[in-house]
């Protein structure tokens, strides 16, 4: 996320990402991913493509830093008034997401990217946001439930022959609060 | 793994696949993964290109061909005496092994297979020889164990920017064997 650091919002350089990132999301959107390349994107975008390899060095790395985009969340997480309700509203969603075809290709993605490791600074600050509201029922911390929910959810799409079922993911936050 | 059903052990497609495979570790340990490319392999295998792009199809297919024989392990789970012990043992060997160059490239390349749940098979089966050792102390499933061990262990190398430690490995076999 380096490249971000210091841009001046709204300045030549921020406008510049900004519509990098709209064009490679529309595209990835409209065709089939192995056929979109960084020509295409330049020109929809509006730039060269001298400017995108500059800037990002390559097609991988630019999918990286959408997908990383596209991972921030653009909402708080669900508040149903109790802790174990904020986790199966957060959990099913999160499985939801990450199953999905857009999903996969997301997580494929970021693992290209130089800072992988946002993903879980990401979900972490989802889970923190939970946590905080309940602070009267000893909450279990952060990483607990990034190893016990999270963690299995993406080993088992990425790995498994089948995705995790909502009933394990149940006994999973019932384990997690315990 | 499909190509390898039915294949007569010491035939000729046996032979082809064998020494591709062998062509192909050789050159990953010897060079950068970016610059190996199937012509070189095919060189060093004596085979034509075509070959191996009738075989496997790309390289991606290929890489991902070699690195599941890789995640096939050699020799049974260590014996300790104890399931306790043998799940430590185990599950710190498994996270040395993927927290390795050779073991990210390995999760990386197993991802473009046609048959990355196999890998999940794998795993399950070794734990599965672990279990079977103890029937009389009421051992947790295979899927409970993958779930809190191998999960967190994968997820935190490909998406957190640090890895499991060691204590937080054996809090999760704690856990797992509640």
Not at 135 to 152: E, K
Request: net charge negative.
């Amino acid at each position: 996320m380096a490249i971000k650091e210091g841009l001046r919002p709204g300045g030549r350089s921020a406008r510049v990402q900004e519509s990098v990132h709209n064009a490679t999301r529309e595209l990835l959107e409209a065709h089939e991913r192995s056929s979109v390349t960084v020509p295409m994107i330049a020109a929809r975008a509006g730039v060269t493509p001298s400017t995108i390899y500059r800037r990002w060095g390559d097609l991988s790395a630019l999918l990286a830093d959408v997908a990383l985009e596209r991972m921030r969340p653009d909402s708080e997480p669900a508040n149903t008034g109790s802790l174990r309700g904020d986790l199966r509203a957060w959990a099913e969603q999160y499985l939801d997401e990450m199953s999905s075809e857009p999903g996969r290709n997301m997580m494929r993605d970021v693992q290209c990217s130089q800072t992988p490791g946002y993903c879980v600074t990401l979900i972490g600050g989802q889970l923190q946001t939970i946590v905080d509201r309940y602070p009267d029922s000893a909450p279990p911390n952060v990483d607990r439930l990034i190893n016990l929910l999270a963690a299995p959810t993406v080993f088992r799409i990425l790995f498994a022959s089948a995705p995790l079922q909502v009933e394990e993911l149940h006994e999973l936050i019932e384990l997690a609060l315990e």
